[in-house]
């Protein structure tokens, strides 16, 4: 086989690593308790929630069927078919942290409820958070900008407010862009900024985190090379 020849079938096989070491899939993250079923919220609210660190004091597990907090003539009261949600006032919420690393990109989804019998008043709003953060718990690309770095603190437009119909769950969304320098931990987050008074409900939470495909180029570049370097050491040894 010609020297050519053996560089070509190199080349071949890299595109076929190509084919899968590019097309990098978004893992679920194992959320503990994403539903908010873990507790028993049936004699009254729970404060906070299994498996979920929180902050701002107001968050509580509602058993929304049975319990005190129950929605009379409102809505199925919760997405997944069990009986909690997460109620959420003033400025508050609840999160969970992974383990990440610099350019993986993460998204978070959910549901969400503007309750008609305490709704959400002018500029309070329900919303998902993803934030990356370094080792020692700082928000991480310090030397891109700290808080305004790119990954930290992303919204997208999906989230409930005011003007969100009252008693239907809406879906809530939002997802990164690759993380930052320094990056070592990703946070997913609801978030409640309860300003102006009101109180929302979240369930059904899931959340992914993948790392950014390496770019075709790169994938064959480098096949190309190691092709280069086997042929020489073929022609070296004959």
């Keep these: 086989m010609t020297i050519r020849n053996k560089m070509l079938q190199t080349m071949g096989a890299g595109a076929l690593i190509l084919l899968f070491a590019s097309g990098a899939q978004a893992a679920p993250v194992a959320l503990v308790n ?8 049936s004699g009254g609210d729970v404060f906070g929630a299994t498996g979920w660190g929180n902050f701002g004091g107001g968050t509580f597990t509602t058993d929304g069927t049975n ?4 929605f009379p003539n409102c809505c199925s009261p919760v997405a997944n078919g069990g009986v909690n949600s997460m109620k959420l006032f003033s400025t508050s919420g609840v999160q969970q942290s992974f383990a990440a690393t610099v350019g993986d990109v993460a998204t978070m989804s959910g549901v969400g409820l503007n309750f008609g019998s305490d709704p959400i008043l002018n500029v309070s709003q329900l919303l998902l958070q993803i934030g990356f953060f370094d080792a020692n718990g700082l928000p991480a690309g310090t030397a891109a900008g700290g808080n305004t770095a790119p ?8 989230i409930i407010d005011a003007s969100t119909p009252q008693d239907v769950w809406t879906a809530l969304g939002v997802g990164t862009a690759p993380a930052p320098d ?4 990703v946070r997913f987050i609801v978030l409640y900024l309860g300003a102006s008074g009101g109180a929302a409900f979240a369930d059904d939470l899931s959340a992914t985190l993948a790392p950014i ?12 090379l190691l092709g280069l370097v086997g042929v020489a050491r073929r022609r070296r040894k004959g």
């Design 34 to 41: 994403p539903g908010f079923e873990a507790d028993d919220a």
């Design 67 to 70: 319990g005190p907090g129950a």
């Design 213 to 224: 495909p390496v770019p075709a180029a790169v994938w064959l570049f480098g096949s190309g």
């Design 151 to 158: 990954g930290f603190n992303l919204f997208d437009g999906n």
């Design 182 to 185: 320094n990056t070592a931990e």
